[in-house]
């Protein structure tokens, strides 16, 4: 039987030695059969096919032949065509979810990639990736939350420009995020106000050096004087719930959070896509129902069991803490200068706050209090003090004193022919009032 050029394993070569050995009688069946892991019937059944088609006949007999239960040709064509349509830019496995959850079409993802690397609808090689230092996760879940905002065109032009800020638990991998306008002092107050609202508060927080993060000013004297760095508003609130903080040297560092930011730059963009979202309103309503499915997916169990996330105590105000907060002196007049802003301070009583000092809030949304010995107070906004009137002066003159511009003394003023060296023989004694 001539079947021309047949490709062999390994494995089947090994065969057709140990069964052309029994065939030439050097070797027995029972020790072929312990050789190649086989039993004596599974060895005389290769023998006979060994003696009717020789070598070629210990090859698999489906090599080269299509597989029962593979895909019809025209699946094949409408699953590419979908591809081509609205999933060009899906990687396999995303496409066949998609496929699956939204055209009730099951390809599974490794013949979805052979087929899309064979029309040329994919790459078929990864980047290679610098080798970075192993970092073990945390044990507990609430340990450590690393946090960072991501800016990308989530909308993809059908909307304002997003930034997306994202937490996820180091230990079991679970995600929080929100979208804000920008990444500012105000979107990271109030996006930590509202995980903690949601898990509680956390042991740690791992961050860049981002100057909402970290301040960068040096420190003064008296923070020198008393061993601390000045710190930012973000840095303020923190230490205030007992939260310690851990700034990374480098992106790598942190790579828990960057990974998931490049997951959902993929599949949360495509997501939102599909559904339309169009608005800031619209896709937070949307990413909180995605994290759900993201996290009952990918979330993993801690090493230990337990919640390292602290309650909100009954006196703390999550509101009172993660807002920036700025001293000022109370004036004569009880009225105090905030952002141009005139406070008219209403204390209780009659006790007068000229000249104490109070500190000022401002919420993320703007809103304004007025603390006092970590007391509220009341205020109400007056007009701003207009500025002291100053001389009006026309166009092209200046005050006398000041003289007028580009003026020059004429030749003959006396003020040329004071010399330098006739106001010297005027600054020396006379005899009249010479001392000895």
């Not at 690397?117 to 192993?134: A, D, F, K, N, V």
């Not at 946090?147 to 996820?168: A, N």
């Not at 719930?241 to 790579?255: D, F, W």
Request: charge should be positive; include cysteine; proline fraction near 6%.
């Amino acid at each position: 039987m001539n079947r021309g050029m047949v490709t062999m394993s390994q494995k089947e070569l090994q065969r057709v030695c140990v069964v052309e050995s029994v065939l030439k009688k050097r070797t027995t069946q029972v020790e072929a059969a312990d050789c190649l892991g086989l039993t004596t019937r599974q060895v005389r059944r290769l023998q006979r096919r060994m003696e009717q088609d020789g070598p070629l006949g210990l090859a698999h007999q489906s090599r080269g032949r299509p597989s029962h239960n593979r895909l019809r040709q025209k699946t094949r064509q409408r699953v590419l065509e979908l591809v081509r349509e609205k999933y060009a830019d899906f990687g396999p496995t995303l496409a066949s979810e998609k496929l699956a959850e939204a055209e009730e079409i099951q390809v599974s993802k490794e013949t979805l990639r052979h087929w899309m690397r064979s029309e040329g609808l994919m790459s078929g090689r990864r980047r290679p990736r610098p080798h970075r230092q192993w970092r073990e996760r945390r044990a507990c879940y609430g340990q450590m939350v690393q946090m960072d905002g991501s800016h990308h065109d989530w909308l993809e032009g059908r909307g304002p420009k997003l930034v997306l800020m994202g937490y996820i638990d180091d230990a079991t991998s679970r995600v929080y995020a929100r979208f804000y306008p920008s990444e500012d002092v105000a979107a990271a107050m109030d996006s930590f106000r509202r995980y903690c609202r949601l898990y509680g508060i956390p042991q740690s927080v791992y961050l860049d050096k981002h100057t909402i993060y970290r301040s960068p000013k040096v420190p003064s004297l008296q923070e020198q004087l008393q061993g601390k760095d000045p710190q930012s508003q973000f840095e303020r609130a923190l230490s205030e719930l007992g939260v310690k903080m851990i700034h990374a040297n480098s992106p790598q560092a942190k790579g828990r959070v960057e990974r998931l930011f490049k997951t959902l730059q993929d599949r949360l963009v495509k997501e939102m896509r599909l559904a339309g979202m169009k608005t800031l309103e619209e896709a937070n309503r949307f990413v909180q129902g995605y994290l759900q499915r993201h996290n009952r997916r990918f979330a993993k169990a801690a090493r230990q069991s337990g919640n390292l996330h602290r309650s909100i105590g009954h006196g703390v105000r999550l509101e009172q803490v993660l807002c920036r907060k700025e001293a000022r002196v109370v004036a004569n007049d009880g009225t105090i200068q905030v952002e141009g802003h005139r406070l008219q301070l209403l204390p209780p009583g009659l006790r007068p706050l000229a000249k104490k000092g109070v500190v000022v809030t401002v919420s993320p949304k703007g809103r304004m209090g007025v603390l006092y010995e970590g007391r509220q107070l009341r205020y109400k906004a007056v007009p701003v003090q207009p500025k002291p009137h100053t001389q009006e002066v026309q166009e092209g003159q200046l005050p006398r004193q000041m003289g007028g511009p580009g003026h020059k003394p004429a030749a003959d003023n006396p003020w040329r022919k004071f010399t330098f060296s006739r106001r010297l023989k005027t600054l020396q004694p006379t005899p009249s009032n010479r001392t000895f």
